[in-house]
């Protein structure tokens, strides 16, 4: 039995996104859904990096923007 045109079109882009969504899952997908393996990895590649050493500019070293001045009395 023969598929129709539209079934075969059908088929043919459904193997191609999940082609797609087979590949970009160990790149894009996994890493954002588990990250400690990033994170450690990241931890050990970068122990003997002090960061203010290759900030570049002489450029302090980057803090949060939204971190709350404490008043002086506390």
Sequence with gaps: MALSKNARYAVLLGGLF?????????????PMMDSSEYKKLQKINRRNIRQE??????????????????????
């Design 53 to 74: 050493d290759i900030q570049p500019g002489n450029m302090k070293v980057w803090s949060d923007p939204f971190d709350r001045k404490k008043p002086e009395g506390e």
């Design 18 to 30: 999940g082609l797609m969504g087979l590949t970009l899952y160990p790149v894009a997908i996994s």
